[in-house]
């Protein structure tokens, strides 16, 4: 078989491609400017090994300290007669020789030590005559023998009176014991871990809802009429404000209710058999016979009322959380956290309720728009038509006023009536053109539309660090760990529902069509079908996000958000690295722990 003739641009093309390269590269090291002979500095490569042996050390148990003090007098300048050396009384214990014993100002003496307490290390001083002040001369180290020699400089102290030079050395005594920041340690990586648990612990409660949305297989079959789109665009908002409303009425009402107890736990008590039974009538898994208007008007009044009857008791469980456990946690003393934590739940409970209410009334107003809207997709007329162009246009104008309102919230304009009436003339036109773009019976594809703005949100956020949303929430709430959790958490949200969501696009279609042919709605899809199959992966993902959130927490910090990185920035910056040493030992052992327990998890789950 005859080779096929080389193309004579090829190697060019190849040597072209190398050069590209190293140029990239060239210039790599230009701007991040790099500078070997930094590297070869026999100063920095000093600092470097101290720090290196500082790491080594990690500050975690010590000894109770004895101090050895030997003295020995010397004459700056030398006397008229001489100064004799002071010989030991007793040659069996530490005792040092100064040669000579007597030196001119800035001269030179060898002092050699015996008998001390062998492989150990101290400063040698100069304390000068009545001065109060020792200047220290040099480090010693005794040998194995107890022996040590040094040459020192005396300084510029004449004096007619003899000086003395201290051998300073400590040994150690007693058994071993934690240190100060052993214990400082162990309180902050345990804060670190809970830091890190709590945020994410909300983060995966609220990506896991999030995933679904976007998740392109499960969001690419929903459709709506873009009569149904426009009805809701229009009756979302007002369903918000009447939730919100609904559930203010209902505050005041457990208000007066809270005022009896007896009452409170009569209404707690029989809520639960109220809303079951209520909603079986207004919500029946299948009618025999088509329901008249009056029952379906009937059935969507109960569940109004079942729907206040529910933020009713939301409000009354918030009020008698708050109230026990404020109670308990302080009457049980050590235990207090608890009867503690039982009322920061009711207190949650008590910020969302509101939150709920309006979620709720956006939701039924939303429902409600939906079915209005796929009714009159299946009118005829050149009303509809007509009224199809008007409901468009109304939906961008109140779309775009809305998204108007959220920037003027951030960027504040001055003039607010051209901004609005310029926002809201671009949302016309927006909707006009959907208009002409689909027909009233035409499906739109509102679940793409739902898929792809939920990924760029979650782009947007995983896009900017925890440490800047730490900085954003140590303003809100303070410094401290809860900073830390919220910042985490909304990073994990981010991060998660990422991940969930890929996860959810890459099932086997097979179970997901099986379950939808038996006319399963939305809601039993996911249940019987998806979640079988991505639980596993969710809790390999779950586990390595706890990871990384133990590690991330040692940065945020570094602005105040809590965990052990406080005390890593303020041992670095200090330079003690042997405290800082201990706090990344620390952080080690936890991640390590952390990964042997998330094996072990995924061995018997995944």
Known sequence: ?????????????????????????????????????????????????????????????????????????????????????????????????????????????????????????????????????????????????GHFEATVLLPNRPSEEAHEIIAITRRNIGSPHLTKTAYDTWDKIIETVFLALLAT????????????????????DITSSLFGMSLSILLIPVGFYLGTQVANWAGIVSGLLTDNWIITAIVLAGSPFVLTR??????????????????????????????????????????????????????????????????????????????????AGAGIFSSLAGRWGEALS??????????????????????????????????????LDIYFMRAGGIGAVFGLLASLRYKYSEPVPTGLTIYYVSRTIFNVLRSVEALVMAIVFVVWVGIGPFAGSLALALHTIAALAKLYSEQVESIM????????????????TIVYAVLPQIIPPYISFTMYRWDINVRMSTIIGFVGGGGIGFLLQQNINLLNYRDASAQMLAIAIVVSLMDFVSSKIREKYV
């Open 1 to 145: 078989m005859k080779n096929k003739k080389q193309s004579p641009f090829r190697s060019l093309i190849f040597g072209l491609s190398v050069l590209a390269v190293l140029v990239v590269y060239a210039y790599g090291f230009q701007v991040t400017k790099v500078n070997l002979e930094e590297t070869k500095s026999e100063h920095r490569q000093q600092q470097l090994f101290r720090i290196l042996r500082a790491l080594a050390k990690p500050n975690i148990v010590e000894y109770e300290k004895e101090v050895f003090e030997v003295r020995v007098p010397v004459m700056i300048p030398c006397p008229e007669g001489g100064f004799e050396p002071v010989l030991p009384a007793d040659p069996t214990l530490p005792y040092m020789i100064v040669t000579p014993s007597c030196s001119d100002p800035r001269g030179n003496v060898h002092v050699e030590g015996f008998n001390f307490e062998p492989v150990t290390r101290g400063p040698l001083n100069l304390a000068p005559f009545e001065s109060g002040v020792n200047l220290q001369l040099a480090n010693i180290e005794i040998d194995r023998f």
């Open 201 to 220: 612990t909300l983060g995966v409660l609220l990506a896991i809802p999030f995933s679904f949305f976007a998740a392109r297989n499960l969001m690419k």
């Open 278 to 359: 209520g909603a079986r009538w207004a919500l029946p898994q299948k009618d025999i016979t088509n329901p008249s208007p009056g029952l379906k008007a009937a059935r969507q009044a109960v569940l109004i009322v079942l729907s206040f009857i529910f933020i009713l008791v939301l409000y009354l469980i918030s009020y008698v959380a708050l109230t026990a456990g404020t109670s308990v946690g302080l009457s049980l003393g050590s235990f207090g956290f608890l009867g503690f934590f039982v009322r920061d739940l009711g207190d949650i409970l008590n910020m969302l309720v509101k939150a709920f209410g309006a979620l």
């Open 378 to 415: 299946r009118g005829r007329g050149p009303l509809l038509r007509l009224l199809h162009i008007v409901l468009a246009v109304a939906a961008g104008i109140m779309l775009a006023l809305l998204l108007a309102s959220a920037i003027n919230w951030l960027y504040q304009f001055k003039d």
């Open 509 to 524: 279609s097979g179970p997901l069509e099986a379950v939808q042919a038996t006319g399963a709605t939305r809601l039993q």
